[in-house]
């Protein structure tokens, strides 16, 4: 994660952020969540790392949510 700007780091923990929406919105539906950010494992630990690195450069951010 070091190779990548904060800005970067931002934006990707952004991304994670707009893939938890639209899953929430696709169930609150009772459709199928179309990125699985509750399903795959794989987005929950992106996530963390992408927060490890930000709060290792002291860069203020809200946290992920995962319930």
């Known amino acids: 994660m070091s190779?990548?700007?904060t800005t970067a780091l931002l934006m990707m923990l952004e991304g994670i952020r707009?893939?938890?929406f639209i899953d929430l919105?696709?169930?609150r539906?009772?459709?199928l969540a179309p990125y699985?950010?509750?399903r795959h494992s794989d987005?929950?630990?992106q996530g963390d790392a992408l927060q490890a690195e930000l709060q290792?450069?002291?860069v203020r951010f809200a946290p992920l949510i995962w319930n």
Request: glycine share 14%.
């Open 3 to 5: 190779l990548f700007s």
């Open 18 to 20: 707009g893939a938890q």
């Open 25 to 27: 919105i696709f169930e």
């Open 29 to 31: 539906q009772g459709l």
């Open 36 to 38: 699985g950010t509750k």
């Open 43 to 45: 987005w929950k630990r």
């Open 56 to 58: 290792r450069r002291a």
